[in-house]
């Protein structure tokens, strides 16, 4: 892995590398400005695949860095770093992804260690979901040809009650297993399902799956409610409530133990029909859930009127919300605002120790994130419950003695 520094301080740029050093990274470039890091990257002797940009720099600062990255076709890592305002940095990262870009994180400044080693621990290519620097689109009969032959399969990510540790449930994730190029995501194939007519088929295999899995996990003692996914592309016929409860009958599960996910309901084309459908799904108890609330297009209108049983916080305002008081108070809101209309709160995204003491300090019923599981094919389930149950020993004793301690301070 050959990683580039980019800041205008030496200090600075020392720290850091020395930080690379210990956490046992040796291929480090060092560079004291924008102009310098575009010549090495434009000449393509080297081969960089990860770069941390300072943004406040005199002669080409972090936004015109990225602006540059977009014009040479960058397609590695990039990890924004500054002492500024932590709203700064998330803004700068929203612009650098708007662009296409591959945003590994942010780090303020001085930057600590511990934080730096988790997030290379977190996105780096050892870790189960690869680095995937290379983005490639697919075209609709590839994908069509995909489906038919069973190349698309689920990964499950668990979801767990803060409360007790006990996994409530698994949210199924799509991933293609293509032939040559490996696990795709599925940031990389579900627009094209769904600007060509292909997401009912797509949805349609990940249910069958689910549903069948579940039903297998039941068997074996495991009784998981199944989150699946649903695109507002499936939610324009009126009879998918009488298919979906056919294919959960059939399945030979509880309908209580299905819960479908759906995000940008304030794109719904035909509002009426959606509350129709989203209506009749939960007077048969499927559980509903509105997903990635506070960053899509979800209207505070729409949460009144659909009769929604779940909420999941937005993994931006999770990430970082312990040492971050904009996303903190987005945060708070949103499970605020939950707890109001007497629906059950998820937290998305908790990727480290911190924003896990977080959510639970904060009441919020359940959690998901890489610091808890990864997605996982069905068949590693069973083994990472094992482990979860040996991590909960330290997850709950020590801050629960923390918790107690602060009480009377
Ligand atoms: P989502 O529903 O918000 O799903 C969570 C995404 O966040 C997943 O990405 C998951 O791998 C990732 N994630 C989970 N924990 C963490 C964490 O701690 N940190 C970070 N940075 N990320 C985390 P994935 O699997 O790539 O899915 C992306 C999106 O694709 C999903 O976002 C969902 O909207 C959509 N999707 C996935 N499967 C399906 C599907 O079967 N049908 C439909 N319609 N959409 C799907
Ligand atoms: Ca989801």
Redesign the pocket.
């Known amino acids: 892995m050959k990683i580039l520094l980019i800041d205008d301080e030496p200090f600075a740029l020392k720290l850091l590398s020395r930080q690379f050093a210990t956490l046992g990274f040796e291929n480090v470039t060092l560079c004291g400005g924008g102009h310098d890091a575009l010549s090495l990257l434009e000449s393509g002797a080297d081969g960089i695949d990860l770069i941390f940009c300072d943004l406040q720099m005199p002669e080409m600062d972090g936004v015109e860095f990225v602006r540059h990255l977009v014009r040479i076709g960058y397609s590695g890592g990039l990890v924004l770093v500054s002492g500024e305002d932590g709203r700064i940095l998330q803004t700068v990262e929203r612009l650098a992804k708007a662009h296409q870009l591959h945003v590994l ?1 942010t780090l303020q400044k001085p930057v600590s260690s511990v934080e730096l080693g988790q997030l290379l621990e ?2 780096l290519p050892n870790a189960a ?1 690869p680095f995937q620097p290379v983005r490639k689109t697919y075209a609709p009969d590839e994908l069509l040809w995909a489906i038919a032959e069973g190349q ?1 399969i ?2 499950y ?1 668990p979801k767990v009650d803060l409360a007790s540790g006990v996994v409530t449930g698994v ?5 293609w297993q293509h032939p040559d190029d490996g696990l795709i ?3 990389q194939f ?1 627009s094209t ?2 600007e060509h007519d292909l ?1 009912d088929d ?2 349609k ?3 069958a799956s ?1 549903l069948y899995q579940a039903r297998l996990w039941r068997d074996a003692g495991l009784s998981l409610q199944m989150a ?4 507002m ?2 939610l324009d016929a009126l009879n998918f409530p009488d298919y979906i409860a056919r294919l959960v009958e059939k399945a030979g599960i509880p309908l209580t133990s299905v819960l479908l ?1 759906v ?1 940008e309901i304030g794109l719904m084309k035909n509002p009426l029909a959606s509350l129709d459908i989203l209506t009749r799904l939960r007077l048969k108890h499927i559980f509903l859930s509105i ?2 609330f506070g960053s899509r297009h979800a209207s505070l209108t729409q949460l009144r009127s659909i009769p929604f049983d779940e909420l ?1 916080i ?2 931006t305002f ?2 970082g919300a312990g040492r971050d008081a904009s996303i903190s108070a987005i945060y708070m809101a949103s499970l605020e605002l939950a707890r109001q209309l007497g629906m059950k709160t998820v937290a ?4 480290d120790r911190h ?1 896990w003491d977080f959510v639970r300090a904060s009441g919020c019923d359940l959690a ?5 599981a ?2 996982m094919p069905a068949a590693d389930m069973i083994g990472w419950m094992a482990d979860w149950e040996d991590r909960q020993r330290d997850l709950f004793v020590y801050s629960d003695v923390l918790s107690a301690h602060n009480k009377w301070a």
């Open positions: 994180g977190c996105k979901e698309l689920n990964y990510q949210e199924a994730l799509v991933r995501f599925p940031d579900l399902a769904e997401i797509l949805t295999t990940v249910l689910a699946i996914n649903i695109s592309e499936n996910e995000t997903d990635d999941k937005n993994r999770v990430h998305e995204g908790v990727e924003d998901q994130g890489y610091f808890i990864k997605p």
